[in-house]
């Protein structure tokens, strides 16, 4: 095989270890994509029963004010009413102060524990995500270059083949 033959394979398979390498790239940029955003969608379903619950008790004020507003407060005369209005008021103060407490708690642990976690792994995907385009060109132009080189690999062993053809057909036929 001569020089150039032997010269343009290496530079198809120099080209075609480039392309290979950069697309090992893009498919690590998509696997730390993925995997930041499965981390971010986990604590983010992680808080989420939290913040049903959070919810539960603010419904439950909603309906105790409701009840508050909708019952005669009563009188020193009317203390069945007064005592009826007393009772939901009492409950309507205990269920403020446990969806103030819960929403305290609830506030704090965002602050100090989702929200970190949130911003890293939102930071992580945003990264990843914005590898891959420039990665995706790099690596099409170097499958052009590929092409290009496979191309140059064709015409460099077109010789190779016409001697070869012709070499087959002496052997078959002679040399007449």
Request: aromatic share 8%.
């Amino acid at each position: 095989m001569d020089k150039t033959v032997k010269n343009t394979i290496d530079k198809v398979s120099g080209n075609y270890k480039n392309t290979e390498d950069k697309a090992q790239e893009i498919d690590d940029a998509l696997d730390s994509y993925e995997a930041a955003a499965a981390n971010y969608n986990s604590v983010a379903d992680e808080m989420k029963p939290r913040f049903e619950k959070r919810a539960d008790y603010k419904r439950r004020v909603n309906e105790l004010k409701v009840e508050l507003q909708n019952q005669d407060p009563g009188s020193n005369i009317d203390t069945v009413n007064k005592n009826k209005y007393q009772a939901i008021l009492t409950k309507y103060n205990t269920a403020v102060k446990n969806y103030n407490s819960y929403t305290t708690d609830l506030d704090k642990d965002y602050a100090e524990k989702y929200k970190p976690l949130l911003d890293k792994y939102e930071s992580m995907a945003n990264q990843a995500y914005n590898n891959i385009a420039p990665l995706t060109t790099e690596y099409n132009q170097l499958k052009e270059l590929l092409v290009s080189s496979a191309d140059q690999l064709d015409d460099a062993l077109k010789p190779v083949q016409a001697a070869t053809d012709k070499a087959f057909v002496t052997a078959m036929v002679g040399d007449d």
